[in-house]
């Protein structure tokens, strides 16, 4: 049967239809334009239909032997722009957050064969943040053994950002993060957030005194920004040791008087002497 078959294909001279370009975008950005494409060489056989569709339902049509030859099918979340495209480019009006899903395209030819070629894939549609993360609860200044806590946010997108903190440059472990629930608003926007609970040491300190903490937020592969604080530590105040020479010292120092000094030498006192005992013998004599 098989070797049946070879032979009919081989004697209408028919090979499988090639698609020759496909770009099947898997991210775009909310509000933005998105582009489809996907072209193909039939290979020697003739073209039937050019098919695209979304989650397995059909939106464009384009059937050479039709009248039109093109239809377009409504879909939520869909605004497709019939004057720009074609059964090869498909262009996407301002896409929603309802636009993702499966996209395929499928090229197929006539009878007798109805050969078929296929590609699809998955589109995102992603809603950045208001912002970039948003650290807050941390301190300028620290001392050790002090408990650093803060926390990163990244605000209304979709999905929610993957947060991360990083220690001077290191990756926190998770013995140092705590984690929050989701919130989500009545838009279905998300915020994140991820706490930082860090005990202050000095070995976290640069040569230059400074501590510096990072929060990145990321989404799939298409978004990425980062907020960076420098923390520094308090200085505790020198003690002064002095050498000993420098510690008061009375013998380098004596107290001077400032009274005059009398001084007397020996032979001076004893004349002195000698003459106070004769005033004395004179004085008794005349009593």
């Known amino acids: 049967m098989l070797a049946a078959l070879g032979v009919f294909f081989t004697c209408f001279g028919a090979e499988a239809i090639r698609l020759t370009e496909t770009n099947l975008p898997t991210h775009a950005i909310r509000g933005e334009d998105v582009i489809l494409q996907c072209s193909y060489d039939m290979e020697g056989d003739k073209l039937y239909s050019v098919k695209w569709y979304r989650n397995g339902k059909e939106f464009y049509r384009h059937i050479p032997s039709d009248n039109p030859s093109t239809a377009v099918f409504r ?3 869909l605004i497709v722009d019939e004057y720009q495209s074609t059964e090869t480019r498909i262009v996407m009006r301002r896409v929603e957050l309802n636009s993702a899903g499966m996209y395929l ?12 070629a ?22 300028p200044r620290y001392n050790t053994k002090d408990i650093l806590s803060a926390n990163c946010s990244s605000s209304n997108s979709f999905p929610a950002a993957t ?24 838009k279905g926007l998300l915020t994140s957030t991820l706490g930082l609970r860090l005990e202050i040491k000095d070995k976290l300190f640069s040569k230059t005194g400074d501590l510096k903490i990072k929060c990145t937020a990321t989404i799939d592969t298409i978004y990425w920004r980062s907020n960076e604080e420098s923390i520094q530590g308090f200085q505790e105040k020198p003690f002064i040791k002095y050498a000993d020479s420098r510690f008061w010292n009375s013998a380098a120092h004596p107290i001077r008087s400032s009274s005059p000094v009398f001084s007397l030498s020996l032979h001076q006192l004893s004349l ?14 005349l009593l």
Not at 108 to 114: H, N, R
Not at 118 to 139: A, E, N, T
Not at 272 to 285: G, N
Request: aromatic share 10%; with cysteine; charged share 15%.
């Open 75 to 77: 879909q939520p979340g």
């Open 105 to 116: 395209c499928e090229v197929s030819g006539e009878a007798p064969l109805f050969q078929t």
């Open 118 to 139: 296929k590609f699809q894939k998955f589109l995102h549609v992603i809603d950045l943040p208001d912002d970039g993360p948003i650290i807050s609860g941390s301190q």
């Open 163 to 186: 947060l991360n903190w990083y220690i001077n440059g290191e990756e926190a472990t998770d013995a140092v993060l705590i984690q929050y629930p989701v919130q989500e608003n009545h």
């Open 272 to 285: 002195f002497l000698t003459v106070v005992k004769t005033l004395s013998i004179s004085l008794v004599t």
